[in-house]
């Protein structure tokens, strides 16, 4: 039985998903001949082929017999570094916001249940403040020094994470839309994303990125925060986009002060030989001393590009086992502040378990061992 279905909502469903009409035709078990016809309108799916269409980019079966197709609005500002790269969110990027918005909206609720009010950081701050104000607050805020006290920037991160959301912000990271393996974000596309709601405010970290850069990323989507300004970054070095400029200047000035960061670097024949003491001093990546150097002028944008094209090699040619486990994976995921909230309303009857397993990713039946090992219930 053929479906009687608009070609011109196939090709858009394609397009919209980033799918060549190979790899379509292959995940549908048909020839690309067919897949192009059936763009074209010279022949039509059958009924379960547009159903397996529909499902395979992305989209509602029911889309596929609309006249035009939807308009679809951003859901968050674009910040990125244009350089030729599309205005526009690739399909995972846009449902991955969308997972994000959803349990956002979930403990912004359940904050107004417990009489939160609004959280007093979203915005503290604009950028004719300057970046030093931003700086000085939020030092003052996550009670840390300008200098770490100790470890690496491992542990720093991990101290940082949670320090930010005991000040009622959520860190979720990922480097997949949801739990699905088979749709990765690409750190091409974005580096992370802010969402300044005055309740529950939130950063996205893609973890797709090395582990080096996730820390500059990390402090970057909290200067927006600080500022009140959401949307989605790249973390560019050199963006032409203003609040990108001011929360780039923001991030590398908290975790690299620039006078500290002056005083103890070298003129040497080469640049690489300052790294060891610059991360061991700041407890920082090499990624964001390098950064760091290139901003003060230490460096060429050649010379940083070059290292860090070196870093992304090595990232990627990594032995990838030892992967933690899944219910750590999944606190790191959707926050463990966001996890913990959850957990405490399904294991005290405020709601439904299965309810509770949608939002976190945890089975129902594995909440309340979760809650003891990983939550410290």
């Known amino acids: 039985m053929e479906a009687l279905i608009n070609p011109q909502i196939l090709r858009w469903a394609r397009s919209r998903a980033r799918i060549s009409t190979g790899t379509l035709a292959k995940s549908l078990g048909t020839a690309e001949d067919n897949v192009l016809a059936w763009e074209d309108g010279i022949k039509r799916p059958t009924f379960n082929q547009a159903m397996n269409y529909a499902h395979h980019t992305h989209i509602p079966f029911g889309y596929l017999y609309l006249a035009h197709p939807p308009v679809e609005d951003l859901p968050l500002p674009d910040l990125r570094t244009v350089n030729g790269r599309e205005p526009s969110y690739s399909l995972a990027l846009r449902d991955t916001i969308r997972w994000a918005m959803e349990r956002q909206e979930w403990y912004r609720d359940w904050l107004k249940t417990q009489g939160y009010e609004e959280n007093e950081i979203v915005g503290r701050h604009s950028m004719h403040d300057g970046v030093m104000a931003v700086v000085s607050s939020m030092r003052k805020e996550l009670q840390l020094p300008e200098l770490p006290r100790r470890g690496t920037f491992d542990d720093y991160f991990s101290e940082l994470v949670k320090n930010i959301e005991n000040i009622g912000v959520l860190v979720m990271r990922n480097s997949i839309v949801n739990n699905n393996t088979s749709r990765p974000l690409s750190v091409d596309e974005f580096r992370g994303f802010a969402i300044s709601d005055k309740i529950a405010p939130l950063i996205f970290i893609n973890t797709g990125d090395c582990p080096e850069a996730r820390l500059f990323t990390l402090i970057h989507e909290l200067a927006h925060i600080w500022i009140g300004k959401s949307g989605v970054s790249d973390s560019e070095p050199q963006s032409q986009m203003n609040e990108e400029e001011f929360c780039n200047a923001v991030a590398a000035e908290f975790l690299t002060p620039e006078r500290a960061f002056r005083a103890i670097w070298k003129q040497l024949e080469d640049w690489k030989e300052n790294l060891p003491l610059i991360t061991r001093t ?34 990627k040619a990594r032995n990838k086992d030892g992967a933690p486990p899944y219910n750590r994976l999944q606190t790191g995921r959707v926050s463990k502040a966001l996890a913990a909230a959850v957990a405490s309303e399904a294991l005290s009857g405020g709601m439904l378990l299965r309810d509770a397993a949608r939002l976190i990713g945890i089975k129902p039946h594995k909440i309340s061992e979760y809650s003891k090992k990983e939550l410290g219930f």
């Open 282 to 315: 700041f407890h920082v990546s090499e990624w964001v001393a390098a950064r760091r150097a290139l901003t003060c002028g230490f460096i060429t944008k050649l010379e940083y590009g070059k290292f860090i094209a070196e870093k992304i090699a090595t990232y």
